[in-house]
């Protein structure tokens, strides 16, 4: 299933690429793409693990970027 996420005040280039690599690598997700223009992560990811992988990349962002807001859309 695809998944948009919003990565509101994201204006790290290199925190992006690190944001979809870490992403990318998360079980149950076969995909992983941040637009830094539009601030989007979208992914492709498993139904069932689509709930955990929110509350993970949520951690992932905080992380790299305390400021950044993830928000589900």
């Known amino acids: 299933m695809k998944k948009t996420y919003i990565l509101e005040d994201l204006d790290c280039a290199h925190c992006a690429a690190i944001i979809e690599e870490k ?13 830094l223009l539009t601030q989007k992560l979208v ?10 992988v929110t509350e993970e990349i949520k951690k992932i962002v905080k992380k790299l970027e305390p400021d950044v807001e993830v928000i589900e859309k």
């Not at 992403?23 to 637009?35: E, H, M, N, P, Y």
């Not at 992914?43 to 955990?52: P, R």
């Open 23 to 35: 992403v990318g690598k998360l079980d149950g997700v076969s995909s992983s793409k941040v637009t």
């Open 43 to 52: 992914i492709e990811v498993e139904e069932e693990k689509a709930k955990t």
